[in-house]
């Protein structure tokens, strides 16, 4: 099963697409993870990528398609995978499905979580992420277990310079400039759902579950 998840920043993709990982099994792919993970590791990528994703911008293309398209050729997405943060433009979708249609393969489900802006600039101000393993928390609606440290790796939380305030707002212009006409795509497609993300976390699930069967 392949699966794209669409959604302004924040919307709850990461969240949605683990959860979803854990229950079906299959590989979770964030390109913007990857970049985060090269940054961290610095890279020249990742030195790259780095200058566009602090001031809000999408990173280019030729770019973004390369690592997303040598990580889905990796022997563990034989059997699908959840694609979180891409594609993010449509020439990136067509890429894809153009790369997928050579296999006489597809994307399965494109599901898009919807959250309108508003709520939007909250969630990024609590999110707290984990550079080392990838984890999303939030500090009122997920909390860690110990204040500021990683359930999962015992990491130390960040609160990534991308969710500041006035870098959310570029953020969310770039979206709707750039990757909201994806849901229009993927619907042409026959293959969109859409769900309602300002419920909590658990009430989404259910009802991507319900989706996926
Ligand atoms: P995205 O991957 O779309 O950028 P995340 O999954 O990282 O978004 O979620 C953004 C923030 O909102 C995180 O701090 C996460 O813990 C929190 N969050 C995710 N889903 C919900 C929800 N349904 N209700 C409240 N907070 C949520
Ligand atoms: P994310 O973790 O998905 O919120 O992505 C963080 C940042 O990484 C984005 O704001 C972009 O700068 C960059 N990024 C991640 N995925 C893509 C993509 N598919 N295309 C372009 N830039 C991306």
Do not use: W
């Amino acid at each position: 099963m392949k699966i794209i998840m669409l959604g302004a920043p924040g919307a709850g993709k990461g969240t949605q697409a683990e959860m979803i990982c854990e229950k079906y099994k299959l590989p979770h792919i964030s390109t913007g993870d990857i970049f985060r993970a090269n940054i961290k590791n610095g890279t020249e990528l990742g030195k790259e990528a780095k200058q566009y994703m602090d001031k809000g911008l999408l990173v280019p293309d030729e770019l973004t398609v390369k690592i997303l398209l040598d990580r889905v050729a990796k022997d563990d997405c034989k059997d699908g995978y959840v694609l979180d943060g891409f594609p993010r433009t449509i020439p990136q979708a067509e890429v894809l499905d153009k790369e997928l249609t050579k296999l006489g393969d597809k994307v399965d489900f494109a599901i898009n979580v919807d959250v309108p802006d508003e709520n939007i600039i909250n969630r990024m101000g609590g999110r707290r992420a984990c550079v080392n393993c990838g984890a999303t928390y939030h500090v009122q609606f997920a909390p860690p277990a110990k204040e500021n440290i990683c359930d999962k790796c015992g990491n130390t939380l960040i609160l990534r310079d991308d969710d500041k305030p006035e870098t959310v707002k570029n953020r969310l212009d770039v979206y709707h400039k750039q990757t909201q006409p994806l849901i229009e795509y993927y619907g042409n497609k026959g293959i969109l759902k859409e769900v309602d993300g300002t419920v909590s976390m658990n009430e989404v699930f259910e009802r991507i579950v319900s989706i996926l069967g």
